[in-house]
């Protein structure tokens, strides 16, 4: 029995001796997109890859990237000059250009980048100077490696660079005239509506040639920074005064706008004007994020339009307009404006924003 126990004994003792597998490197670490669209001159990121339990803390590096004929390239390696925020403007510490301007860097990046630690993709704003005719797709090696060991994926994602969009439609923008029923509430009587940059609509609102909203670009200057006139118009395009044109109540405060992404804003007595040294614009989201954060809101004063009925029965039809209220002393129904834009600029220079309120008829 001793004999036995102590063959146990020296059993153990060699197996404890034995150095265990220190961590785990998975055979199948993969990307979350089989194709990364890439909107060029726009600074974007990639989803973390899924690392299937592999032990952390992992180390990602880019190892070759190959053209569409399986070349190796460096053009989305070699190093731009670009305009580039450090960090996202902020109106409530950025109160003034020169603190605005602290946060940009005017520097020399490449058009991909890779976080060592997540394996995160970033694309910079360098991706616009890549010619448009050819390496639209690229295929990116990787190797990651961690206390186990380390992988080489080939061909781990594939990066294809679209079309340089100088305006984004990331949300629903709408113009639309409420109406004020005799019971205090609201009534939508017509609303124009642009979904996003699939909207067919879309082309017109961009050649300024749509009924109700315009986004165009009426200059180069400034050539970094940006410059944003808006303005709000009846259905006859009289413009509005901006004090007419006010910020959308919530609760004790009011929703985003766009004078939330503003350095300087200069009233005049059609339109508004916003500024950034540099895109995008807008940036700075005060209650909505992704691309909820594009939201921004106004609504208009109840003196400034009233509805012009008979612009509306002739496309409509006839309408009973004895549910709204009216003002006593000249019978013009009580209406407002709900004003929602939902774009993304990326180009810089001035641009002209126009929302023209549908069936609307300007007071004096």
């Not at 034995?18 to 001159?41: K, M, W």
């Not at 916003?274 to 895109?279: G, I, N, Q």
């Not at 339009?305 to 008979?310: A, G, N, P, Q």
Request: glycine share 6%; hydrophobic share 35%.
């Amino acid at each position: 029995m001793k004999r036995i126990l102590y063959f146990i004994f020296i059993a153990v003792s060699v197996a404890s001796c034995t150095q265990p597998e220190v961590g785990y490197i998975s055979d199948n670490i993969h990307a979350l997109e089989d194709t990364i669209f890439v909107p060029r001159g726009v600074f974007m990121t990639s989803a973390a890859p899924a690392a299937e339990g592999s032990t952390y803390p992992l180390h990602w590096e880019i190892t070759d990237i190959k053209d569409e004929d399986g070349n190796s390239t460096d053009a989305l390696f070699e190093p731009k000059e670009i305009l580039i925020w450090k960090e996202a403007f902020n109106p409530f510490t950025d109160t003034t250009l020169a603190l605005a301007e602290a946060k940009l860097e005017l520097a020399n990046k490449p058009s991909i980048l890779i976080n060592e630690v997540s394996g995160e993709m970033a694309f910079t704003q360098a991706t616009k100077h890549i010619e448009n005719t050819s390496n639209e797709v690229f295929s990116v090696d990787v190797n990651v490696s961690n206390v186990r060991g380390e992988r080489q994926l080939d061909d781990f994602v594939i990066v294809k660079l679209e079309k340089f969009q100088p305006v984004e439609f990331p949300v629903e923008m709408r113009s639309r005239i409420n109406l004020v029923k005799n019971d205090g509430g609201l009534n939508a009587l017509y609303t124009s509506s642009i979904s996003n940059g699939f909207d067919a609509g879309v082309p017109s609102v961009l050649d300024g040639t749509h009924p109700y909203i315009t986004v165009v670009k009426v200059s180069e200057e400034p050539k970094l920074g940006i410059k944003v006139n808006m303005t709000i118009a009846d259905s006859q395009d009289q413009p509005l005064s901006p004090s007419k044109v006010v910020f959308y109540p919530s609760g004790a405060t009011f929703l985003q706008n766009f004078h939330d992404n503003s350095t300087e804003t200069i009233v005049s007595e059609t339109s508004t004007t916003f500024s950034l040294p540099a895109p995008p614009f807008p940036q700075f989201g005060r209650s909505y994020s992704g691309n909820s954060s594009y939201l921004m809101y106004y609504i208009t004063t109840r003196d400034a339009f009233t509805v012009d009925k008979e612009a509306y029965e002739a496309d409509k039809g006839a309408h009973d307009w004895t549910q709204y209220q009216t003002n006593e002393a000249t019978g013009n129904i009580l209406c407002q404006a709900y004003i929602r834009w939902g774009i993304k600029i990326n180009d810089s220079g001035t641009w002209d924003i126009k929302m023209k309120i549908p069936y609307s008829k300007k007071l004096d």
